[in-house]
T-cell receptor, first 118, second 112 residues
Framework: GAGVSQSPSNKVTEKGKDVELRCDPI?????LYWYRQSLGQGLEFLIY????????KSGLPSDRFSAERTGGSVSTLTIQRTQQEDSAVYLC????????????????FGSGTQLSVL | RKEVEQDPGPFNVPEGATVAFNCTYS??????FFWYRQDCRKEPKLLMS???SGNEDGRFTAQLNRASQYISLLIRDSKLSDSATYLC?????????????FGTGTLLAVQP
């Protein structure tokens, strides 16, 4: 597709259940980011993937959160034993991250997954 | 203290007004700076990069002050369509890890 695709667009789950959120980045983009945005809040960095390098997981809020990126393309963010405070919009973004053009790097966001934990 | 700080607003201005937003950052090693725009219930989209010498794109002017560690966005002749949240973004580049840090955003409401 032409842009970053996320699925599902909305997810309602019960407290304690596991959820998986999917992100299809723009083809050829080497960098992939996950962010979380709570109502009225800014974007909270969760995790960053770049090519075959080890991901930067420094933003994951707890060990209930994990993410993987298979084949350098699709990424899945998994939240285990969901809690009500996990309710937020989860945004995925990708960029080409051409090292020659770093200072003009543009991040393309998907439309997000609205997660509601009841 | 947050790494990137912005006045959350809201800034309520009449059409045609000039409005300015500031953003401060704490990490002096930050290397790149951007302004993103986020419409209500939409994803953020890049508005403009911020260069050391300052740069302009139509009605929008961005400036960077490295010594004081702040960036600014000036919007001239505000339009109703400018109503949105403006997010300041600071980037650290380091080895295999690049990190984009977003401010919490400044809400602009342009009134007719």
């Amino acid at each position: 597709g032409a842009g970053v695709s996320q699925s599902p667009s909305n997810k309602v789950t019960e407290k304690g259940k596991d959820v998986e959120l999917r992100c299809d980045p723009i083809s050829g983009h080497t960098a992939l980011y996950w962010y979380r945005q709570s109502l009225g809040q800014g974007l909270e960095f969760l995790i960053y993937f770049q090519g075959n390098s080890a991901p930067d997981k420094s933003g994951l809020p707890s060990d209930r959160f994990s993410a993987e990126r298979t084949g350098g393309s699709v990424s899945t963010l998994t939240i285990q034993r969901t809690q009500q405070e996990d309710s937020a919009v989860y945004l995925c973004a990708s960029s080409l991250e051409d090292r020659q053009r770093l200072y003009n790097e543009k991040l393309f966001f998907g439309s997000g997954t609205q997660l509601s934990v009841l | 203290r947050k790494e990137v700080e912005q006045d959350p607003g809201p800034f309520n201005v009449p059409e045609g007004a000039t409005v300015a937003f500031n953003c401060t950052y704490s990490n002096s090693a930050s290397q790149s700076f951007f302004w993103y725009r986020q419409d209500c219930r939409k994803e953020p989209k890049l508005l403009m990069s911020v260069y050391s010498s300052g740069n302009e794109d139509g009605r929008f002017t961005a400036q960077l002050n490295r010594a004081s560690q702040y960036i600014s966005l000036l919007i001239r002749d505000s339009k109703l369509s400018d109503s949105a949240t403006y997010l300041c973004v600071v980037v650290h580049y380091g080895g295999a890890t690049n990190k984009l840090i977003f401010g919490t955003g400044t809400l602009l409401a342009v009134q007719p």
